[in-house]
């Protein structure tokens, strides 16, 4: 997207830019040549950043945020409005995308757990049928991938910048931008497989996790501009239990140096720290002469934040460029599902947060766009509850796949054809395991209704939590303890203990992961002393 088309998106949602610099990062050179004629079976492509939320998407109404590439396939095929995931944190939903199964049953319940990868998944479901599968990108499940062909991942987190990667177990250490990078190597695999039957291609960017280093040709995207306020920022938490007020993920405290860019990066080339400093340091000099105290640096931190985290954005809106491109001038695009999503949601400053790990709505929700031309219609918006535990039966569906029984989701298909069937899921369950960690979000399970969220907080505390989201959306009044509600308790009570057992979950099952991670945290013996 051009200057002049960004200024004009920043006019419209009434912010003001003085000197606000865009540009665009270079296309990709050269385009290979489409592939064999067309096929009966699609190819798959699935696209999947790392904590975007959907209201940083202007396909979903965004306020802040305009991209463009990604609001093309919602133009050109279905956006889902109620994709939420089962499990608001990193591994955990990889876990679930691959397995089609919760992770109380895949094993991995939160990010300290390995992945076990001889376990059945649906890349090698499709390799076994015949596809040609391909992982680029972040891959952050600690075992090798498997099932399939070719990969090519980030080690953990990945840098932005300058990332080392294993290549089919081969280390190589790349120069550049991480987000480039990934979009540089999914295409050199598209323009160089090895056959030409269907393909799977899992195309995963590290952008915009934490700590959001934007790309060098977006270092000064939004400078000038005083970035909209979410109307939540400075919640106090009243109305709410001991979850929400002992969480350590706030803009206020819980950012540090190296989150608000007031320290550099520590692993720039020469040229690249060279740029990162001019467009800093004068940004960072004239916050510590103003000295800011209270509310004021918060909303300094939110703006810093905010404006980072969009920044990482552009980069991965320009790369999916590049590869809708691509497929369009390679003939690809009429025979390939495109999938764009996320992991989870995200705080954009929501409740004065950054991060997701909790049940509520913005990390909770997932953003959720398919492309496929020859069965899904332009333009088209599904309201229905979707899960990221849908992913696996929905590949294996368009792929003439028969979807393993015990896989717990349900294929999208009927639903990205305009036929969502009479008995479709009117609820979702959810449930976070990574407590005591990082930013201190307890332990939860929960379910959600069209209307209406019902949560039991657990493990150090016993509470219960019930937001009315029709009557408030921002889930700022907790009404479990409301009489008028006594019925609505009892209501979701029931489906919550009809969930938990038509998904296999329990008590018992949440008491043994817990001993487990007791176990781990435990300190080991040292040599001669008695175990």
């Known amino acids: 997207m051009g200057e002049q088309t960004r200024r004009e998106f920043l006019r419209r949602i009434g912010v003001a830019a003085s000197g606000a610099t865009f540009s665009l990062l270079p296309s990709c050179a050269g385009i290979g040549q489409a592939i064999g004629s067309e096929r009966k079976r699609p190819n798959i492509i699935y696209i999947m950043s790392d904590d975007h939320a959907s209201h940083a998407l202007s396909c979903y109404g965004s306020r802040i945020n305009r991209t463009p590439n ?28 691959l397995t089609g199964r919760y992770n109380h049953l895949n094993g991995v ?19 076994r049928a015949g596809y040609e599968t391909a992982m680029v990108g972040k891959w952050h499940l600690k075992s090798a991938p498997t099932g399939f062909d070719y990969w090519n991942v980030l080690i953990g987190q990945g840098p932005y910048y300058n990332p080392p990667m294993i290549e089919n177990d081969n280390k190589v250490k790349y120069t550049g931008y991480t987000t480039d990078i990934i979009t540089d190597l999914a295409l050199k695999w598209l323009k160089e497989r090895k056959s030409e039957g ?43 239990g001991a979850a929400a007020r002992e969480q350590d993920m706030s803009i206020e405290k819980t950012m540090n140096d190296s989150d608000l860019k007031l320290k550099a990066p520590g692993n720039l080339t020469a040229e690249q720290k060279k740029l990162w400093d001019a467009a800093y340091n004068p940004k960072n000099e004239a916050f510590r002469k103003a000295n800011l105290k209270g509310k004021k640096l918060i909303r300094w931190k939110y703006q810093r934040y905010i404006k980072d985290y969009l920044r990482c954005i552009a980069s991965v809106d320009d790369n999916v460029g590049r ?88 294929s999208l298909r009927p639903v990205l054809t305009g036929n969502t069937p009479k008995d479709w899921r009117e609820s979702m369950y959810y449930h976070y395991y990574e407590y005591p960690a990082v930013h201190s979000v307890k332990r939860h399970y929960g379910v959600r209704t069209r209307r209406y969220k019902l949560i039991h907080f657990y493990y150090d505390i016993d509470e219960w939590e019930l937001y009315d989201l029709e009557k408030d959306p921002n889930e700022l009044n907790n009404v479990y303890d409301d009489t008028a509600y006594a019925g609505v308790v009892k209501e979701l009570r029931r489906e919550l203990k009809r969930l938990r057992k038509q998904y296999g979950d329990s008590e018992e099952l949440s008491q043994k992961f817990l001993n487990e991670h007791l176990k781990r945290r435990r300190p080991q013996p040292k040599a001669g002393q008695k175990k």
């Open 198 to 240: 269907p393909f799977c291609l899992m195309y995963q960017h590290k952008a915009p996790h934490r700590n959001w280093q934007p790309g060098p040709n977006y270092l000064n995207m939004y400078d000038g501009v005083k970035m909209p306020e979410p109307d939540t920022l400075f919640d106090d938490y009243t109305g709410r």
């Open 323 to 410: 590869l809708l491109d691509y497929l369009d001038k390679a003939g690809l695009a009429e025979n390939t599902i495109v999938i764009y999503t996320s992991d989870q949601g995200f705080y954009l400053g929501d409740h004065g947060w950054f991060d997701k790990r909790f049940i509520y709505e913005e990390s909770l929700r997932m953003p959720l766009l398919v492309r496929y031309p020859k069965e899904i219609k332009a333009g088209s918006v599904s309201d229905d509850i979707v899960l990221n535990l849908d992913f696996a039966p929905t590949f294996l569906d368009f792929s003439g796949v028969a979807k393993p029984a015990d896989m717990q989701g349900a």
């Open 70 to 97: 990604l609001d093309r396939l919602a133009k050109e095929g279905m956006l889902f409005n109620n994709c939420f995931c089962t499990n608001s944190i990193c591994a955990p939903c990889r876990a679930v995308v």
């Open 109 to 127: 319940i939160d990010n300290r757990v390995e992945f076990d990868g001889s376990q059945q998944t649906f890349p090698k479901l499709l390799q």
